[in-house]
């Protein structure tokens, strides 16, 4: 497809974009979201939503950005450091993609992860609740307020 | 001098919990601010705790008009994730059911935009159509809400004489054309209270990435049947009705002709349905580690669903929803911005909005 190869030359990525159930992905390589995005609203793609995954140990969190072109599910994922809230960060595309906004928010309310250049008050979700305690393997902060610990640990 | 006006989270024209602070000057509009999270569950962190069969169960229970179309996309992935196939027949039934859903929804639909136009005659009209629609869907699955009949390879339960439900499609086709559609697009009451009004222009539908009807009605003609099909859709002809204007009556106009176009899928799967299983599944499922995407077609737009299982697991280890009205809700500042007050909540009705969905 035409467009998905001027997506990646635009980019410099020298990878392919490689079909895996359901979801054509590109490994951004040195591009960042920003260009990502960018590149995206050239094509006239639609922006679907971003999936955040926490990984194993200290690996950090992945993020999966969606975009929708002519019915094919696009993903560049992103993989950013960051047990604590100070390193988990990434920047936002708000200003860029309008569309961005609310999915924004509930990572940043899930996950604790700073999408930088832009404010969260009030909160979307759960307002008056602090970030990162919801989708968290464990709390964000190191001496949580008693009822924030992880709720992963509650349920388990 | 501009003022600040409430509304919700006990809504005017909606049975669900969100709030709009509109800033008003007089009784127009000038800007408002959405906030949501009056039904957040907690669903998505739910769902790492439950196993392959109980995580079906809960994400039925995203939204109850749609809960059909949350399993069918949530086991989409699933079968990705462990290489199993739906057999051809459970293919056609799930489009069967998907466009029942669908149909029961944009009647649901009608019949609220019908009571926040002061129509209540055909308030009650569509809600008589709208039972025909609930019948049928009892007669297949057993329920009227959640319905269970998803799990992963295939349905639960067959169609076993599917031509005996086309005189019901005939009957509601026939009552849409003769009623409903003349009355909507014709009486000078539902004229004056939709044309123009909540207008979302084709630029700012693109800026704000919306889908499904809202999408279709600001001239945007996508529609993930056509565009990415699933199921048994390929094999399905239709056309997706697309209107320029971007107001309420283009959304109606929208749902009244995808009305039509649901009683056309209808009849061709129930008379092409393909003999044979309905399920795949063996008794044990095995995933692979990875993550697997789906999206269905919802009434009401787009629904994605990202499921991740790590190998030799029970329960996933994240299941991410994006539903349609995530997508339409945040578009809805741009609709009432300049409209009267008193057409904010048949503005904000127009979207078709379900929060249960949208907080989750």
Sequence with gaps: ?156 | MSYKIPMGPYHPGLEEPYKLDMICEGETVVDAELNIGFNFRGIEHLAETRNYVQVIALMERVCGICSFIHTLTLCQAMEKLTGLEAPPRAQYIRVVMAELERLHSHVLWAGIAAKLMGFKTMFMTCFALREKVMDVLQAISGNRVNYSMNHVGGVNRDIEDPIALVPMIDELEREMMRTVIPIFTTSSTARSRCAGIGVLTHEKAISCAVVGPTARASGIPQDLRRDAPYAAYAEMKFEVPVEQAGDVRARLFVRALEIIESCHILRQALAKMAPGEISSAGEKLVFVSGTATSRVEAPRGEVMYSVTWKENSRNPARVHVRTPTFANMPAVRWMVRGARLADTPLIQASIDPCYSCTDR
């Design chain 1, 1 to 156: 497809m035409i467009a998905l190869e001027t997506i990646r030359e635009k980019l410099g990525v020298s990878e392919p974009w490689v079909e895996s159930r359901g979801t054509h992905w590109l490994n951004p390589g040195a591009a960042n979201i920003r260009d990502v995005t960018q590149a995206m609203n050239a094509a006239g793609a639609r922006f679907v939503t971003i999936t955040a995954h926490e990984l194993p140990g200290d690996a950090g969190l992945r993020l999966e950005y969606h975009w929708d072109l002519q019915g094919w599910l696009l993903g560049v994922p992103f993989q950013i450091a960051g047990k604590s809230p100070e390193s988990a960060k990434i920047d936002s595309i708000y200003d860029l993609c309008e569309a961005a906004d609310w999915i924004e928010r509930e990572v940043h309310e899930g996950f604790a992860i700073d999408f930088t250049g832009r404010v969260y008050e009030p909160l979307l979700l759960r307002a008056g609740d602090k970030p990162g305690v919801n989708l968290r393997e464990a709390p964000v902060q190191d001496n949580p307020a008693p009822g924030l610990q992880g709720q992963k640990e509650v349920a388990k």
